[in-house]
C-alpha cells in the first residue's frame, strides 16, 4: 500500500468521481481519483479532501501501488 503525502492542490467532484492533485506545491504533485459504487466511502473521502483543501492541512492519502484510486485519507490533528 502507497501514500501520497502533501497538501491538497486542487479537487474536481463530478457526479460518479472525484479527482484530486496532492503534493507539496502546485508544479509538484500527484493526481488521485476517488471512486466508489456505494456513494458513502467516496462521500466520506471527498469531505475530507475538500476540507483539507479550503484549511490547506496536509494530508496522508493511501492507495494502491499500481493505481491512484484513493482508499483512505489520514489528516493530522492541529
Sequence with gaps: ???TIGIVQRLTIAPDWACTWI???????E???VTDTSGVL???????????????????????DNN????YILIEPA
Excluded at 503534493?23 to 504533485?29: I, L
Excluded at 467516496?42 to 494502491?64: C, F, Y
Design 68 to 71: 491512484g484510486e484513493i482508499t
Design 23 to 29: 503534493g507539496p506545491t502546485p508544479a509538484n504533485t
Design 42 to 64: 467516496r462521500g466520506n473521502i471527498v469531505d475530507a479532501l475538500a476540507t483539507a483543501l479550503v484549511s490547506r492541512r496536509e494530508i496522508k492519502a493511501g492507495h494502491a
Design 1 to 3: 500500500m502507497a501514500e
Design 31 to 33: 493526481l488521485l481519483v
